[in-house]
């Protein structure tokens, strides 16, 4: 009796703590409305931190830039380049609240459909989690295949930090065979690993390969199928890399051939598709170095030569490594 | 009595316990009279030119193109499919759906386009897989499942210099549209009762045209089970000029039994699929674009 007795109160204390639907709804509506809101209040743009996955354990960053007037959103990202980024998203209601869903092919729908291989988007909708003025918490709907769990990995996006640049104007585009002064010949990189505090010197020659052309290669990571290509066909080149001694050393200690596509404003030692050399070193270089792309943050060209700043960032958007491109003299 | 006074005394209890339970059990969390996964059209003052496009294409055809995916559209948990670029689509939707597909549809054949049109059609970026990853493994072309609603997918690879991928594409579409026609009427046990136990399966791929033909299928693929041997018959008519089809089906019988039933099928309804191959060879190969 006693036992009956309790459960009952038990059973009922919980009801005492049930959430009316009226308030349900309201947050509903709230998060809705903060969430427009936030879009539209940061022409800056949001940056989603992707962690490529596989053999490119790093965070990517893709800006999305909103057009709240006409549901429009713009994506650049070391990933690779679109001629036309520009794709639809829209804000639904799903079963549990709040879903930002990019309806249109985008990035996102191109790396889902690449799955683990490239990165650990698993579903072009997300349910939106949390909003605050400088944070958006998204999770994508699906974790992957077919009857696995709901809910995918948790971002955090936050506004663009001010001291990112490389989401301007596209620069270097080395498909313009205008731009391969600044390539094709010996250059130095500088980087300081703001993690370990060392620097890194190389010397390095960039030369567009044999695998370029305007239509799908091969050694496309997207060309798998249609659902994922949505970036134009990559632009891939050989990188002698060789690490030096100093600064100003003219010697190389080691020589290893990576191959760099061109992602926005960036170079990317990218995951490459089908059986090649390429695909060998590829995947050494992040676990040797850490990072998997150099986004150009400042772009200063002068004659024959360009002076590019560089950085790669972590998943809270600060410079993992930073440093300068130059053409050896 | 002691043990009856106990019984009331819960009785009364549980009575009044669960009446109070009852109140709180009437608090749900479900509205009904919002459909979460209903298709919200968007406020004009949110059109962009694609958005126009359609609009004027349900306004003409009836039909609503759908080039952004909701949680309605994607409602099947084993499913993937992936929208298509946003140029893409704009283009898509202007040639293949408009000029290609619709127009000379309503033109030519208005009556079965009024009564035998999709009302939604969805295109895709890539195709309809069943699995989420890079594999192509049962993909397939478009979707038909329901006769309201046709699917096409590969608009990621549209090239409007590319007249052969062109044509072959609205050929397809005519292909998955036959599907939709067999759900909604379907072919029957005669149809089915020509080539009964003699498909292939799993094992088309393995086959070759001339075996195909001389199987009794207008192409491999054709063999790999009724109701593709339905959509591929459609397919060859629409695909190939009326002499070409007639010299193939004189070689067989059976090809020459489904060929019959497929043109008496769809004259009944309204459309002599030789003069839909005509129209199809002719708005891509034809006119300007």
């Given at each position: 009796m006693l036992a009956v007795l309790l459960f009952a109160l038990v059973s009922c204390e919980k009801d005492e703590m049930q959430i009316k639907k009226e308030d349900i709804f309201a947050s509903v509506d709230k998060k809705e409305l903060d969430l427009k809101e936030a879009l539209g209040a940061t022409p800056e743009g949001w940056v989603m931190m992707v962690k490529g996955t596989a053999s490119r354990n790093a965070y990517f960053p893709i800006i999305m830039k909103f057009d709240t007037a006409k549901n429009l959103v713009s994506m650049v990202s070391p990933f690779g380049i679109q001629a036309n980024n520009k794709s639809t998203y829209l804000i639904n209601r799903g079963a549990s609240g709040v879903v930002l869903n990019f309806?249109?092919?985008?990035a996102i729908s191109a790396l889902m459909r690449r799955g683990a291989y490239l990165s650990?988007?698993?579903?072009?909708?997300?349910?939106?989690?949390d909003v605050k003025s400088d944070t958006l918490t998204i999770q994508g709907?699906?974790?992957?295949?077919?009857?696995?769990?709901e809910g995918g990995v948790i971002y955090k996006l936050f506004k663009k930090?001010?001291?990112?640049?490389?989401?301007?104007p596209l620069e270097?585009?080395?498909?313009?065979?205008?731009?391969h002064v600044y390539i094709n010949k010996w250059s130095r990189v500088n980087l300081k690993?703001?993690?370990?505090g060392d620097s890194l010197f190389v010397l390095l020659n960039i030369n567009p390969n044999?695998?370029?052309?305007a239509s799908w290669s091969v050694?496309?990571?997207?060309?798998?199928?249609?659902?994922?290509?949505?970036?134009?066909?990559h632009f891939l080149m050989n990188g002698t890399w060789m690490e030096a001694a100093?600064?100003?050393?003219?010697?190389?200690?080691n020589t290893t051939v990576y191959g760099f596509t061109q992602g926005y404003n960036s170079l990317t030692v990218f995951q490459t598709w089908g059986s090649n050399t390429l695909n060998v070193n590829n995947p050494l270089f992040n676990t040797k170095y850490g990072f998997s792309y150099l986004v150009y943050n400042k772009v200063t060209k002068s004659g024959n030569n360009a002076l590019i700043e560089l950085e790669a960032y972590d998943k809270q958007g600060k410079p993992i490594v930073s440093g300068v491109y130059t053409v050896y003299p | 009595m002691k043990m009856y006074i106990k019984l009331f005394l819960s009785m009364t209890m549980l009575a009044f316990l669960s009446q109070s339970c009852e109140k709180s059990e009437?608090?749900?969390?479900?509205?009904?009279?919002?459909?979460?996964?209903d298709i919200v059209d968007k406020p004009k003052?949110?059109?962009?030119e694609l958005d126009y496009l359609c609009d004027s294409i349900y306004k003409a055809y009836g039909t609503k193109v759908i080039y952004e995916f909701t949680p309605k559209i994607i409602r099947n948990g084993n499913a993937f499919y992936y929208p298509a670029t946003y140029d893409k689509s704009l283009a898509y939707t202007r040639?293949?759906?408009?000029?290609?597909?619709l127009k000379p549809l309503k033109d030519n054949f208005p009556e079965y386009h009024s009564k035998e049109t999709p009302r939604e059609y969805i295109i895709m970026g890539g195709y309809y897989h069943?699995?989420?990853?890079?594999?192509?493994?049962?993909?397939?072309a478009g979707f038909n499942g329901q006769f309201y609603r046709l699917g096409m997918g590969g608009?990621?690879?549209?090239?409007?210099?590319?007249k052969a991928n062109l044509h072959d594409h609205l050929v397809i579409l005519w292909h998955e549209h036959a599907h939709n026609q067999d759900v909604k009427y379907g072919r029957g046990p005669l149809f089915d009762n020509i080539s009964v136990g003699t498909y292939y399966k799993?094992?088309?791929?393995?086959?070759t045209l001339a075996q195909a033909n001389s199987d009794g299928?207008?192409?491999?693929?054709?063999?790999?089970?009724p109701e593709e041997d339905f959509a591929t018959t459609v397919e060859h008519i629409t695909r190939f000029p009326e002499n070409t089809v007639t010299t193939l089906i004189n070689t067989n019988d059976k090809l020459k039994t489904k060929y019959n039933f497929v043109m008496k099928f769809y004259q009944d309804k309204g459309l002599n699929l030789h003069r839909l191959q005509v129209l199809c060879d002719s708005v891509v190969y034809k006119t300007n674009y």
């Open positions: 309806s249109g092919g985008s650990d988007i698993t579903d072009y909708q997300f349910n939106v989690l709907i699906r974790s992957g295949p077919s009857y696995a769990k930090p001010v001291t990112w640049n490389w989401d301007g270097l585009d080395f498909r313009q065979t205008t731009n690993n703001h993690l370990s044999s695998y370029n052309q050694t496309d990571a997207f060309l798998s199928d249609a659902s994922s290509r949505v970036f134009d066909p100093t600064s100003s050393a003219t010697a190389g200690l | 009437e608090i749900t969390t479900i509205d009904e009279s919002i459909d979460y996964f003052d949110k059109w962009n040639l293949m759906v408009d000029k290609f597909w069943n699995t989420p990853v890079a594999t192509n493994q049962g993909s397939g608009i990621n690879n549209f090239d409007k210099q590319n799993e094992q088309w791929s393995t086959k299928f207008f192409r491999n693929y054709g063999g790999f089970a």
